[in-house]
């Protein structure tokens, strides 16, 4: 029986070593090294190109090689060769250091770092309005820039940009949470609608006053645009709910009562508008500001107010800059919620 031939690393006087190994010791310059010495067959002209003296550069090699357990080539005085198991080695020592560059490509991108998948959250009383509009806009001046998108009441979409899930959320502000930044986009204003033929429709002025609260019609608690217009018409707690502002929209339509609804919803749905009466309010700062917000920890940060610069210079045509209100005499309480 002819004898086991010894490993490698015996033959070399590279030092065996156990597996699992640490990757603690483990540097890439080293593989820049042994890449040079692959390319170049010379010890000597790899150093000079990886800008080091020689022997510093065989001294790393052969360090490398005690790491891996066995040598990357095969030196005499006359030529340098990867050994069998140092050509597989290099190959997978390629594949590392191109990772490696994509890694700083990824770090340096453009934008200043807003770029591929952000999570980005909204309220549903605004998510299916706006965000057709927002996709459009990011599609044409950051195509660079995914989104992954969802729905949801403040609350629980604060609770998500928390813990980390979510990474920005389009919001009614003020944020009733610490712990985050906003950065205001635009104004909504709200309209009063009616069915056709309600008293309100009739009246040639729309005053906040005039709203009476038995016959206002709200979305179900944890919804902000319910305590938004709780707020606005300084209303007693209502019994007649609506699950979403889709089924509002039927209840009105079918008589039911009156609700105020965001300008961006409105304008979405122009079909109903021949059953629902829609109309504007003497009141300019009856509506909503709509808000881009982060998490104050978040590395971003600059990042994320260059875009909401951009959303805010291109806000949707049936909303307002939100400098162009005057907040000087807000509209009673004004409150934030889901």
């Given at each position: 029986?002819?004898?086991?031939?010894?490993?490698?690393?015996?033959?070399?006087?590279?030092?065996?070593?156990?597996?699992?190994?640490?990757?603690?010791?483990?540097?890439l310059r080293?593989?820049?090294?042994?890449?040079?010495?692959?390319?170049?067959r010379?010890?000597?002209r790899a150093a000079e190109r990886c800008g080091v003296s020689q022997p510093a550069l065989s001294e790393q090699i052969r360090k490398l090689e005690a790491i891996?357990?066995?040598?990357?080539?095969?030196?005499?005085?006359?030529?340098?060769?990867?050994?069998?198991?140092?050509?597989?080695?290099?190959?997978?020592?390629?594949?590392?250091?191109?990772?490696?560059?994509?890694l700083l490509t990824l770090s340096h991108g453009p934008h200043d770092g807003v770029s591929g998948e952000i999570a980005l959250g909204a309220i549903e009383t605004l998510g299916p309005y706006y965000l057709p509009f927002l996709l459009r806009l990011l599609r044409q001046e950051r195509p660079d820039l995914s989104l992954r998108l969802t729905e949801g009441r403040t609350a629980r979409l604060i609770d998500r940009l928390l813990d980390g899930s979510l990474d920005l959320l389009l919001l009614a502000l003020?944020?009733?949470?610490?712990?985050?930044?906003?950065?205001?986009?635009?104004?909504?204003?709200?309209?009063?609608?009616?069915?056709?033929?309600?008293?309100?429709?009739?009246?040639?002025i729309l005053s906040l006053d005039e709203l009476p609260a038995d016959d206002l019609l709200l979305l179900e608690d944890g919804h902000c645009l319910r305590d938004q217009a709780l707020s606005l018409c300084d209303a007693k707690p209502v019994t007649r709910h609506a699950t979403s502002l889709e089924t509002l929209w039927q209840m009105i339509a079918a008589g039911?009562?009156?609700?105020?609804?965001?300008a961006l919803a409105v304008a979405a749905r122009p079909e109903l508008q021949e059953l629902v009466c829609c109309r504007?309010?003497?009141?300019?700062?009856?509506?909503?500001?709509?808000?881009?917000?982060?998490?104050?920890?978040?590395?971003?940060?600059?990042?994320f107010r260059t875009l909401a610069t951009l959303l805010a210079a291109q806000r949707p045509p049936a909303t307002h800059h939100a400098a162009a209100i005057d907040r000087a005499a807000p509209p009673r309480r004004r409150r934030s919620g889901g």
């Amino acid at each position: 029986m002819p004898p086991i031939p010894p490993p490698e690393s015996a033959l070399s006087g590279a030092p065996p070593t156990d597996h699992p190994r640490s990757l603690a010791g483990l540097s890439l310059r080293d593989l820049e090294y042994a890449q040079a010495v692959a390319a170049l067959r010379h010890f000597g002209r790899a150093a000079e190109r990886c800008g080091v003296s020689q022997p510093a550069l065989s001294e790393q090699i052969r360090k490398l090689e005690a790491i891996l357990g066995t040598p990357l080539f095969e030196r005499t005085k006359r030529r340098v060769a990867p050994t069998p198991t140092g050509a597989a080695l290099l190959a997978q020592i390629e594949r590392v250091m191109q990772e490696a560059r994509h890694l700083l490509t990824l770090s340096h991108g453009p934008h200043d770092g807003v770029s591929g998948e952000i999570a980005l959250g909204a309220i549903e009383t605004l998510g299916p309005y706006y965000l057709p509009f927002l996709l459009r806009l990011l599609r044409q001046e950051r195509p660079d820039l995914s989104l992954r998108l969802t729905e949801g009441r403040t609350a629980r979409l604060i609770d998500r940009l928390l813990d980390g899930s979510l990474d920005l959320l389009l919001l009614a502000l003020p944020v009733p949470r610490p712990g985050l930044i906003a950065a205001p986009l635009f104004f909504e204003r709200f309209l009063l609608a009616t069915p056709p033929g309600h008293a309100l429709a009739t009246l040639p002025i729309l005053s906040l006053d005039e709203l009476p609260a038995d016959d206002l019609l709200l979305l179900e608690d944890g919804h902000c645009l319910r305590d938004q217009a709780l707020s606005l018409c300084d209303a007693k707690p209502v019994t007649r709910h609506a699950t979403s502002l889709e089924t509002l929209w039927q209840m009105i339509a079918a008589g039911e009562g009156y609700s105020l609804l965001p300008a961006l919803a409105v304008a979405a749905r122009p079909e109903l508008q021949e059953l629902v009466c829609c109309r504007k309010l003497n009141d300019d700062a009856a509506g909503r500001e709509i808000g881009l917000v982060w998490r104050r920890s978040d590395p971003r940060t600059p990042s994320f107010r260059t875009l909401a610069t951009l959303l805010a210079a291109q806000r949707p045509p049936a909303t307002h800059h939100a400098a162009a209100i005057d907040r000087a005499a807000p509209p009673r309480r004004r409150r934030s919620g889901g």
